[in-house]
C-alpha cells in the first residue's frame, strides 16, 4: 500500500566488502552473503576489492555511501599508471611453478610490495608434481633463506597445503601468467566462476583468462579470511614507494640501515656504508641491493 510505504523509513545503512569492481560498479557483499550491484556516490576514493563499505538499498540495486578507513592499500604503479590491486590485505602470495620461466624479479618486486604494506609474504610453489620441480626448488631456495615461507603443492591435485596459511588472513594472490592462480582459486573456492585457461581457450582462443582482480570469501579456511585473484602480471612498478620505506622492505637490510657513516647514505660506494660492508662481507646478495637501487631510481622518476 503506498500510503504505508509512505511511512516507511529510508533504508538503513549496511557495511559490505566490495568482492569485485568494473568502472563505476561494484559487487558488494552483505554479511548475510547477498551479492549486491551497487555505485558510488560521488568520486572522493576510488575503491578496489576489499574496501569495507556502507550501502544503502535502492531499487534494483545498492549506493554506496561511505567507505571504511583502511588497513592498507596494494597497488602498482610505472611511469604510465596506477593499478590498484586490494585494500584492508594482510597477506601477498605468489604463485610460482617450474615449467615456466620463472621471473626472480618479480618475486622479489611481490615481496617488497608485501613488506611495504605490512602484509606477510608467502610463496606457493605449485605443480609439485611435475618432474622438474626439484630445480624450482633450488630456485626458490634465497628466498626461504630470507624467512620467507615456501608452500608446497599440486593445485590440480590437492590445494589442501596452503589451507593454513589462509585461515584468517586476507590473501592477494599473485603470479605470471600459467603459473596456476585460478586453478588454485577453483580448488579451494568450488562454486567460483572462475575459467582456467582450458575453458576460456575453448570459448575464445588468445584472450585473457582473468581481466579483472575478483574476491572470494575462504568460509573453509576459517576466521573471515579471504582470497583475491588478480590479472597475471609480467611487471610490478613499485614508483610509489618512499626510498626509506624501499630500503627497511629488503629485510636483511634491516640490522644495517640508520648505520652508515652518511645519514642519507644511498649504500651506492658512499664511504663507511653499512649496507656495502655487509655485501662485501657475504651477508647480503649483490643483486638484492642492485634491485634496491634500480628500485630507488624508479622512485626518483629517472630512467632504469
Ligand atoms: N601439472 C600441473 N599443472 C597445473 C597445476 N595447476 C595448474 N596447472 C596447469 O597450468 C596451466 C595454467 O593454469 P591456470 O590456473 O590457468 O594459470 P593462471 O594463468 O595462473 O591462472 C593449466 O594448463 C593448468 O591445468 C598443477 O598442480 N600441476
Ligand atoms: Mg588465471
Ligand atoms: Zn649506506
Keep these: 500500500m503506498s500510503a504505508a510505504r509512505a511511512h516507511e523509513p529510508a533504508a538503513r545503512l549496511e557495511r559490505g566488502l566490495v568482492a569485485a569492481t568494473h568502472r563505476r560498479h561494484f559487487a558488494v557483499l552483505l554479511p548475510g552473503g547477498e551479492r549486491v550491484d551497487c555505485v558510488q556516490k560521488g568520486r572522493a576514493l576510488a575503491l578496489a576489492v576489499g574496501d569495507q563499505v556502507d550501502v544503502r538499498r535502492v531499487a534494483g540495486g545498492g549506493a554506496i555511501e561511505a567507505v571504511a578507513p583502511r588497513r592498507n592499500l596494494v597497488w602498482r604503479s610505472d611511469a604510465f599508471k596506477e593499478k590498484l590491486l586490494a585494500a584492508n590485505v594482510t597477506q601477498i602470495a605468489a604463485v610460482v611453478a617450474p615449467d615456466l620461466s620463472l621471473d626472480e624479479e618479480l618475486l622479489n618486486r611481490w615481496m617488497i610490495a608485501a613488506e611495504s604494506t605490512a602484509c606477510r609474504f608467502v610463496i606457493v610453489a605449485n605443480k609439485a608434481d611435475l618432474p622438474s620441480f626439484a630445480a624450482l626448488r633450488a630456485r626458490l631456495a634465497p628466498f626461504a633463506a630470507l624467512g620467507y615461507p615456501v608452500v608446497e603443492l599440486a593445485a590440480k591435485r590437492d590445494p589442501a597445503p596452503v589451507l593454513p596459511w589462509l585461515a584468517a588472513q586476507h590473501t592477494v594472490l ?66 610509489h614507494l618512499d626510498p626509506e620505506v624501499l630500503a627497511h622492505a629488503f629485510v636483511e637490510l634491516r640490522p644495517y640501515l640508520g648505520r652508515c657513516r652518511f645519514r642519507d647514505c644511498r649504500h651506492d660506494r658512499e664511504p663507511g656504508c653499512a649496507v656495502a660492508a655487509a655485501v662485501a662481507a657475504g651477508k647480503v646478495a649483490p643483486h638484492r641491493l642492485a634491485l634496491l637501487h634500480a628500485l630507488l631510481r624508479e622512485a626518483r622518476g629517472s630512467d632504469p
Design 174 to 239: 599473485v603470479g605470471q601468467s600459467g603459473m596456476g592462480k585460478s586453478t588454485l582459486i577453483n580448488a579451494l573456492v568450488p562454486d567460483a566462476a572462475v575459467r582456467t585457461s582450458e575453458v576460456s581457450e575453448a570459448l575464445n582462443a588468445g584472450r585473457h583468462t582473468t581481466t579483472a582482480t575478483a574476491l572470494y570469501p575462504l568460509p573453509a579456511a576459517g576466521g573471515d579470511a579471504w582470497i583475491v585473484d588478480s590479472p597475471g602480471m609480467k611487471a610490478f612498478g613499485l614508483a
